[in-house]
């Protein structure tokens, strides 16, 4: 199946290659005494590298296989109209699934080519639909599929049956797009946030804390402090930054779809910004 290499999950594939990667820069790096790749001694730097490492390509393994599940699901009701317009001039069910195959319908082709198939090898109609949806791990499929089943098996007019649910998928999908496109307004807000605490931090880094070190502010207690101890808390601040970055992405999944594992790309892409930004004005 397209997504997956030897039947795993192609995300997971990313996420152990990346761990690998990691592993195999780090040991280098410290069996090696390479300074640029010891994480002893650029914790800060190589650990921001090693979550742009892990968070990126599994986000994007993971956004990839997401957007297929979406566009089979929307392509459902598709087939679902084709096969009801089949079964209502009394084609029976295995019939009308053959003649529907022979269309496309994007990702959602593999379920309807595999179900096609198993029809072919004279396994009951019944039987089939048991495994209808598993391939792309859609509950939305699933379901559909366990609907179609109950209704060829009770005999029952499974044309209006079909047509009812093809209805009823076509309404779930806008409802859950308009949700979709609300919480992509707070990812927004969340990407602006933090967009807004980075160039704050850049301007301290880049004005007010070198005027500590240097001297140029007037005045004791809590600003000789600041000046003594000015290289950790610039540390500090990077290290907030980075953090915050990761965190605000994996947020933005959860506003998404539930999961924070959704918000794994941006959480990459955030770091990396960071990483950059933050190279550039010499604080990492």
Do not use: C, W
Not at 34 to 51: E, R, Y
Not at 87 to 97: H, L, V
Not at 102 to 129: D, F, R, W
Request: positive net charge; proline residues 3%.
């Amino acid at each position: 199946m397209k997504g997956e290499i030897g039947g795993i999950e192609l995300r997971y594939v990313a996420l152990a290659g990346s761990v690998l990667i990691i592993f195999v820069l780090f040991f280098t790096g410290y069996f090696f005494k390479i300074n640029d790749l010891n994480p002893l001694v650029h914790p800060l730097t190589l650990s921001s590298i090693a979550m742009v490492i892990l968070f990126f390509p599994f986000g994007l393994a993971d956004f990839a296989r997401v957007k297929r599940i979406e566009e089979a699901e929307r392509r459902l009701p598709d087939f679902l109209r084709d096969l009801a317009g089949h079964t209502n001039f009394g084609t029976p069910m295995s019939e009308a699934i053959l003649r529907s195959a022979e269309n496309k319908y994007g990702p959602l082709s593999i379920e309807i080519e595999h179900l096609a198939g198993m029809v072919k090898l004279g396994i009951p109609v019944e039987t089939a639909l048991n495994d209808f949806g598993k391939r792309l791990k859609s509950p939305s499929i699933i379901r559909v599929g366990k609907i179609i089943k109950k209704a060829s098996e009770s005999g029952s007019n499974t044309s209006d049956v079909i047509s009812l649910v093809s209805s009823f998928t076509t309404q779930t999908y806008l409802m859950r797009e308009s949700r979709f496109a609300d919480m992509r307004s707070y990812s927004t807000t969340l990407a602006t946030s933090f967009g807004v605490f980075l160039f704050v931090i850049v301007m301290l880094d880049t004005f007010f804390f070198p005027q500590i070190a240097g001297g140029g502010l007037s005045g004791g207690g809590v600003l000789n402090l600041a000046s003594s101890s000015y290289g950790l808390i610039e540390k500090l601040f990077s290290a907030g930054v980075i953090v915050q970055s990761a965190a605000s992405g994996l947020i933005s999944g959860v506003f998404r779809d539930g999961r924070l594992t959704s918000g794994a790309m941006m959480s990459g892409v955030l770091v990396l910004i960071s990483i950059m930004v933050l190279a550039v004005i010499g604080v990492l």
